[in-house]
């Protein structure tokens, strides 16, 4: 079974920085594209940022610029190095590896325990 174990959150200051990590499991990483989310209290889990097999990159708007994402298929691990943090990306982020279906990207493993991210002054 595949697990997804984030890492990286904490607590900082406008304009800060954090690196997020997420490990996965099982033997298909190299073949999977993936993606980080974020929710926000008892909003909708949003895609962010995603990967594919080939390193190519996309954004949402939201974090367009400040936010990048990078994979290592030697360590199962992808990464998100996230810059000019700001009060509103305060949320639980998470990864999972996505399938493009129905016009879309959809997760397709169960979800890790994710990792909290706080932008405060």
């Known amino acids: 079974q595949v697990q ?10 406008p304009g800060g920085s954090l690196r997020l990590s997420c490990a996965r499991s099982g033997s298909t990483f190299g073949i999977s594209s993936m993606g980080w ?4 209290s008892a909003d ?3 895609l962010v940022a995603t990967i594919t097999t080939d390193g190519t990159t ?7 610029g400040r936010f990048t994402m990078s ?11 996230m810059n000019t943090l700001k009060p509103e990306d305060t949320a639980v982020y998470y990864c999972n ?5 129905y016009g879309r990207w959809v997760p397709t493993d169960s979800w890790g ?8 002054s």
Request: net charge positive.
């Open 58 to 64: 996309n954004y949402s708007d939201s974090v367009k």
């Open 71 to 81: 994979r290592d298929n030697a360590r199962r691990t992808v990464y998100l190095q």
């Open 44 to 46: 909708l889990r949003e």
């Open 37 to 40: 989310y974020r929710q926000a």
């Open 4 to 13: 997804l174990v984030e890492s990286g959150g904490g607590l900082v200051q």
């Open 97 to 101: 590896s996505i399938d493009w279906k």
């Open 113 to 120: 325990q994710g990792t909290q991210v706080t932008v405060t």
